[in-house]
């Protein structure tokens, strides 16, 4: 049986050196986190905004007063998910026999050295009839 010289790995690395490869994944790794804490939470705002979008486009068609109703409701309720909406926001449009509901905003996420603005807009569509 061959025996190792003592100080030296199995591989020909010398002891406890982290190979470039390793390092270039845990630093891949690191970066891929780091973003996704950045970017996961506008698109999760986006996506819970959806819902109320949709029940906005219905208390409009449904109730008296229904677009001035509904307009206060998505600014609550996009309060509550803390994105800072205002009435300019929010339009609501008659293309033909439809009530379009359209939710626009902008969202910055600060990268080192660099500002990403997230362009959203959330759009429902709800007949008129």
Known sequence: MAS??????????????????????????????????????????????????????????????????ARADLLRKARDLNLRLEDENIQFVREGQELVVRVTWVESVDLPRYRHNLQFKVEQRVSVR
Not at 22 to 46: E, K, N, R, S
């Open 4 to 69: 190792r010289p003592q100080g030296r790995c199995g591989n020909g690395g010398a002891p406890g050196r982290i190979r470039l490869g390793v390092l270039l994944f845990i630093l891949a790794a690191a970066a891929g986190i780091y973003l996704a804490i950045l970017f996961i939470p506008p698109y999760w705002t986006y996506l819970s905004m959806q819902d109320p979008v949709k029940e906005a486009a219905l208390t409009a068609i449904t109730t008296r007063d229904g677009e001035a109703a």
